[in-house]
């Protein structure tokens, strides 16, 4: 959603670079461009205003005058101040000392409140809670049967005593209000800790929406009241806010459909004008797609300086920790990388959700934009058909796989030979890094990432090429001597090298033994490496 926005700002900061000294002029100038960014992303023009008199008033004091790199300095301050309009510190739901904790939902039709709700509930169940889900939105047809869906799939419960309406004809006969404090006594029956109140939304605010919203929260003891709103909708985002914040006082904003191609400038405004936090976003239809919000984070990736906490947090929750296990067997006993391993590498990174959405989250991520756009994550199914249609030998020795065999495994995975070609190059690259990295030389540089190693050779990505190969440096000659006699001396000694070396390789003892005493266990090889000796 800030692509827009973060191409415009990197541009900024780019004519920084390499400038010992900023001048006034210099600073305006980028005050400028930053102030024009924002606007062009539909941030709010107070929230504009503040942002740019904020970062111009550190900028022109001793703060950069006296920093090393003033070019750093002003992308430091610019990060603090993004942080501070976003909401300064991480807020998550405050529970009540006495379950359940009530939260109710409320905002405009189609910002994706019902949608939320199934989302939250799953984030909550995931920490160890027991949620509830009430339907009271009986205004919008089959709103309660998609409650439903959505609490199906997140495996929570969902009372529903009154069905709604089905079409836009109809009028409902049921009283939301008597709804949700029967959904509360029903959570208390139940022993649920937490409920969350899906209550109705319209397509503009008015008096009736939230004098209905305000009698539910009033019945109910809401302990959190969120606002949910659409990040595509722009300036106008404000407004609703403002609207919102004096009907039902929410306690915390959730942001939808970050996912979008919007300028997304209601997540910079939002916060800013209410004073309410930014608590949750949701970046996808996946119930999966929901995340806690985090404005230094945010902030990070606006600046394109990547996001890797998040990255590691969605490593913990969804990596399997027996097969990291053992992988780092496999690296301590240096055996081989094999297709299994490639195989199962991969999976689990499909775990994580979208490869699109985690090679954002990577540090200088936007200066790979074209790469990150022609990514096809169906590409990672047909590397799986292509790896299960192998042989079990062919997966863990994949040199034997020539021409016939490889045709045979594109023809069993519906796939052209091509593409079994390029799989088994980038294999190649990956066997080459993991071999490296378990000896101890950290991990190569591969071509094709366009600043991130080892992208070229990741499926949907294009295909990478071979790793380049730097040439060694040969060795000067060594000048005759001038004197004739020293001449004959040192042509004698290069000679007796050469004599002693080829000795040495015929009868096998620079193995330490010789070639008819050989055997594979006397040669102290890596784990697993005996079978190319057979």
Request: aromatic share 4%.
């Given at each position: 959603m800030f692509n827009s926005l973060s191409d415009r700002l990197s541009a900024t900061f780019k004519n920084l670079r390499g400038k010992g000294r900023l001048s006034e002029a210099d600073i305006d100038g980028t005050a400028r461009e930053i102030r024009r960014a924002l606007l062009d992303a539909d941030v709010a023009v107070p929230v504009v205003r503040e942002f740019i008199a904020k970062v111009k008033a550190r900028a022109l004091g001793s703060e950069v005058a006296q920093a090393l790199n003033p070019g750093q300095?002003?992308?430091?301050?610019?990060?603090?101040?993004?942080?501070?309009?976003?909401?300064?510190?991480?807020?998550?739901?405050?529970?009540?000392?006495?379950?359940?904790?009530?939260?109710?939902?409320?905002?405009?039709?189609?910002?994706?409140?019902?949608?939320?709700?199934?989302?939250?509930?799953?984030?909550?169940?995931?920490?160890?809670?027991?949620?509830?889900?009430?339907?009271?939105?009986?205004?919008?047809?089959?709103?309660?049967?998609?409650?439903?869906?959505?609490?199906?799939?997140?495996?929570?419960?969902?009372?529903?005593?009154?069905?709604?309406?089905?079409?836009?004809?109809?009028?409902?006969?049921?009283?939301?209000?008597?709804?949700?404090?029967?959904?509360?006594?029903?959570?208390?029956?139940?022993?649920?800790?937490?409920?969350?109140?899906?209550?109705?939304?319209?397509?503009?605010?008015?008096?009736?929406?939230?004098?209905?919203?305000?009698?539910?929260?009033a019945a109910v003891g809401a302990h959190e009241t969120l606002f949910v709103i659409d990040a595509m909708i722009g300036q106008d985002a404000v407004t609703t806010a403002q609207a919102f914040n004096e009907g039902v006082n929410f306690t915390g904003v959730v942001l939808t459909k970050l996912d979008g191609d919007a300028r997304g400038g209601a997540a910079?405004?939002?916060?800013?004008?209410?004073?309410?936090?930014?608590?949750?976003?949701?970046?996808?239809?996946?119930?999966?797609?929901?995340?806690?919000?985090?404005?230094?984070?945010?902030?990070?990736?606006?600046?394109?300086?990547?996001?890797?906490?998040?990255?590691?947090?969605?490593?913990?929750?969804?990596?399997?920790?027996?097969?990291?296990?053992?992988?780092?067997?496999?690296?301590?006993?240096?055996?081989?990388?094999?297709?299994?391993?490639?195989?199962?590498?991969?999976?689990?990174?499909?775990?994580?959700?979208s490869m699109k959405k985690l090679l954002g989250m990577m540090p200088g991520a936007q200066g790979m934009r074209q790469q990150l756009d022609q990514f096809d994550e169906s590409s990672i199914g047909r590397v799986e058909a292509i790896i299960y249609s192998m042989t079990p030998y062919e997966r863990n020795v994949p040199k034997v796989i020539n021409g016939s065999r490889r045709a045979r495994i594109a023809k069993g995975s519906g796939v052209h030979v091509s593409e079994v070609n390029q799989l088994l190059e980038r294999f190649t690259q990956a066997q080459k890094m993991m071999k490296k990295m378990a000896g101890g030389g950290g991990m190569p540089s591969m071509p094709g990432g366009g600043g991130m190693p080892g992208m070229g050779g990741m499926p949907g990505m294009g295909a990478g090429g071979g790793a380049s190969k730097k040439r060694k440096p040969q060795p000067k000659p060594k000048k005759k001597s001038g004197n004739p006699a020293k001449a004959a001396q040192e042509a004698r000694e290069a000679e007796l090298k050469r004599t002693q070396g080829a000795a040495k390789r015929m009868d096998g003892s620079s193995f330490g033994a010789g070639t008819k005493d050989l055997k594979p266990e006397d040669l102290n090889l890596p784990k697993g490496f005996e079978k190319y000796l057979r």
């Open positions: 300095q002003i992308v430091k301050i610019v990060n603090e101040e993004l942080v501070g309009i976003l909401g300064g510190q991480t807020r998550e739901l405050a529970f009540a000392k006495n379950p359940p904790t009530v939260i109710m939902l409320a905002g405009l039709q189609g910002a994706g409140k019902t949608t939320l709700a199934g989302k939250l509930a799953h984030h909550l169940k995931n920490q160890g809670h027991t949620p509830m889900l009430v339907a009271c939105d009986l205004q919008r047809p089959n709103a309660v049967t998609q409650l439903q869906v959505g609490g199906k799939r997140a495996g929570v419960p969902v009372y529903a005593p009154h069905p709604g309406v089905s079409s836009e004809f109809e009028s409902t006969t049921g009283d939301p209000v008597k709804v949700a404090t029967d959904g509360l006594a029903e959570a208390r029956s139940k022993l649920h800790d937490v409920i969350i109140i899906d209550t109705a939304g319209r397509l503009g605010v008015d008096a009736e929406l939230m004098r209905q919203a305000a009698d539910i929260k910079l405004s939002v916060a800013s004008v209410t004073g309410k936090p930014v608590m949750y976003a949701s970046t996808g239809e996946g119930l999966k797609d929901f995340e806690v919000f985090h404005p230094d984070r945010m902030a990070r990736r606006i600046l394109d300086m990547g996001d890797i906490l998040s990255l590691v947090e969605q490593a913990e929750a969804n990596w399997d920790r027996g097969e990291a296990e053992k992988m780092a067997r496999k690296f301590a006993d240096q055996e081989d990388f094999t297709l299994d391993d490639f195989l199962g590498q991969m999976q689990q990174l499909k775990k994580m959700g």
